[in-house]
């Protein structure tokens, strides 16, 4: 059964445009970007959104739809009455270059600026040796698809432009509790996460768990455990004296 749905679309370039609407034709089955699809083909053939597998595994049809971060290939039409208008939208955070495709250059950016995976010096690759148990923690931030949703929902960047170059973002905080759960990562992230990273602006709001479409419990399982392990450096009484000892023997030997 199709039906004649209403959509409101943002288009421009740069920081201007507007929404259009347009009222197009909707199929049992389909998802918004079936919709934005049949628009390029039949109403708007310059309209640009950026997308790649349509099966929720690439990240690169991230959009707002009425005002929530969304994958469009995800989001099914079943899930709105058939009178109700859809309003799509570019990610808020990053810049526009064409209607629905953002510049999420800042994400790679912030990902070259976190150290790669560390192992010690003296054990080779195929030497690694861990159990499940030890990896279990960090395994399940591999899931993500860098859809960028996270970074985009976070008020911190999303509502204060100017404390990007201070702040990576849920998306690479996750990757920098990753690796200092890894068994293996000897590379000291702490000091780097609060310091570099901006650790500390996160208020743990969850709001970027909310949004991950892989359900990546993000504040309660890397933020949140990544601001404890900076407080018990910097905080914890006996941690504080052992490290005290352990630099007065260093320096003697």
Same mark, same amino acid.
């Given at each position: 059964? $199709?039906?004649?749905?209403?959509?409101?679309v /943002?288009?421009?370039?740069?920081?201007?445009?507007?929404?259009?609407?347009? +009222?197009?034709? %909707?199929?049992?089955? *389909?998802?918004?970007?079936?919709?934005?699809?049949r628009?390029?083909?039949?109403?708007?053939?310059?309209?640009?959104?950026?997308?790649?597998?349509?099966?929720?595994?690439?990240?690169?049809?991230?959009?707002?739809i009425?005002?929530?971060?969304?994958?469009?290939?995800? +989001?099914? &039409?079943?899930?709105f009455?058939?009178?109700? +208008?859809?309003?799509?939208?570019? &990610?808020?955070?990053?810049?526009v #270059?064409?209607?629905? %495709? +953002?510049?999420?250059?800042?994400?790679?950016?912030?990902?070259?600026?976190?150290?790669? !995976?560390?192992?010690?010096?003296?054990?080779?690759?195929?030497?690694?040796? &861990?159990?499940?148990?030890?990896v279990?923690?960090?395994?399940?931030?591999?899931?993500?698809? *860098?859809? !960028? &949703?996270?970074?985009?929902?976070?008020?911190v #960047?999303?509502?204060?432009?100017e404390?990007?170059?201070?702040?990576?973002?849920?998306?690479?905080?996750?990757?920098?509790?990753?690796?200092?759960?890894?068994?293996?990562? %000897?590379?000291?992230?702490?000091?780097?996460?609060?310091?570099?990273?901006?650790?500390?602006?996160?208020?743990?709001?969850?709001?970027?768990?909310?949004?991950?479409?892989?359900?990546?419990?993000?504040?309660?399982?890397?933020l949140?455990?990544?601001?404890?392990?900076?407080?018990?450096?910097?905080y914890?009484p006996? %941690? /504080?004296?052992?490290?005290k000892?352990f630099?007065? $023997?260093?320096?003697?030997?």
């Amino acid at each position: 059964m $199709s039906y004649k749905a209403k959509f409101r679309v /943002w288009r421009g370039e740069g920081g201007e445009g507007k929404l259009e609407d347009f +009222t197009v034709e %909707v199929n049992e089955g *389909e998802v918004v970007l079936d919709i934005i699809h049949r628009l390029q083909a039949t109403q708007a053939p310059d309209l640009a959104v950026r997308w790649n597998c349509k099966a929720g595994k690439c990240g690169s049809c991230s959009m707002e739809i009425n005002g929530k971060p969304k994958l469009g290939c995800m +989001t099914r &039409m079943s899930t709105f009455s058939e009178d109700e +208008t859809i309003t799509v939208t570019p &990610m808020r955070t990053f810049p526009v #270059i064409k209607d629905l %495709v +953002t510049d999420v250059s800042f994400n790679y950016q912030k990902a070259r600026e976190i150290p790669s !995976f560390t192992p010690p010096a003296n054990v080779q690759p195929g030497e690694y040796r &861990m159990q499940q148990i030890d990896v279990e923690r960090s395994q399940e931030f591999r899931k993500c698809i *860098e859809c !960028f &949703m996270c970074n985009n929902v976070c008020h911190v #960047i999303r509502d204060h432009e100017e404390n990007k170059p201070e702040f990576a973002g849920p998306r690479f905080l996750m990757r920098i509790a990753e690796l200092d759960m890894h068994p293996y990562d %000897v590379a000291d992230r702490k000091d780097a996460a609060q310091e570099e990273h901006g650790l500390g602006y996160c208020n743990i709001t969850k709001c970027c768990t909310e949004v991950c479409p892989e359900h990546i419990k993000i504040t309660d399982n890397a933020l949140i455990p990544m601001k404890e392990r900076v407080v018990d450096r910097k905080y914890d009484p006996l %941690v /504080w004296l052992g490290n005290k000892i352990f630099k007065r $023997s260093s320096s003697k030997s």
